[in-house]
C-alpha cells in the first residue's frame, strides 16, 4: 500500500487531482462524489505527479482497501449472529478482494506494470485491462457501481 507522502502536494499535483475527479461532473451528487474521490486522493498527488496511470493506481488500491474493511466489518456484525437481509444483500459487493482474488491481483499488476513502464512501452494488454476495469465506472446516489464488461 502507498502511503501519503504527508507534505502538501505542489500546485501541479494538486491541480491533476481535481482534474481527475471533477472527470464528468453534471450534479451535484456526483459533485460530492467528486470532492470524496479528491479529498481521497490528495495526500497521494506526489506521488503520481502527472502520471494519470498512477493517479487510478492509488485510486485502485484505496477503493480495495476500504472495501476489504468494509467487508471485515459485515462479517463481524454477521459472526455475532445479527441478521438483516440488507447487509445480506451486500456482502457479496464488499467481498470484491477476497471473493475474486485472482481478478483483482490481475488489475493490480497490470497497473503495477503500466505505472513502471515509459509512457511509449506500456503493454497493449496491460492498458486493456485497464480499460476494462474502469471504462464502466458510474457513480450513483448510493455509492460506486461497477457495470461488467
Not at 479529498?39 to 496511470?53: G, W
Not at 478482494?97 to 503500466?114: F, H, I, K, Q, V
Not at 511509449?120 to 448510493?142: A, F, I, S, Y
Request: with cysteine; proline share 5%; charged share 20%.
Amino acid at each position: 500500500m502507498l502511503l501519503p507522502s504527508g507534505k502538501e502536494p505542489t500546485g501541479a499535483a494538486h491541480d491533476l487531482t481535481q482534474k481527475f475527479c471533477n472527470y464528468g461532473i453534471k450534479t451535484m451528487t456526483d459533485e460530492m462524489i467528486g470532492n470524496l474521490c479528491y479529498s481521497e486522493l490528495i495526500p497521494y498527488a506526489e506521488s503520481y505527479k502527472d502520471n494519470q496511470v498512477k493517479a487510478t493506481q492509488v485510486a485502485t488500491i484505496i477503493l480495495i482497501t476500504k472495501i476489504q474493511a468494509l467487508s471485515g466489518e459485515v462479517s463481524t456484525i454477521t459472526e455475532m449472529g445479527i441478521r438483516d437481509q440488507n447487509i445480506n444483500n451486500c456482502g457479496p459487493f464488499f467481498a470484491i478482494g477476497s471473493t475474486y482474488p485472482d481478478t483483482t491481483n490481475s488489475m493490480l499488476d497490470a497497473l503495477e506494470r503500466l505505472t513502471a513502464a515509459e509512457e511509449g512501452k506500456r503493454n497493449k494488454e496491460d492498458l486493456e485491462t485497464v480499460h476494462k476495469w474502469t471504462k464502466n465506472w458510474r457513480p450513483n446516489t448510493t455509492g460506486p457501481r461497477a457495470s461488467a464488461s
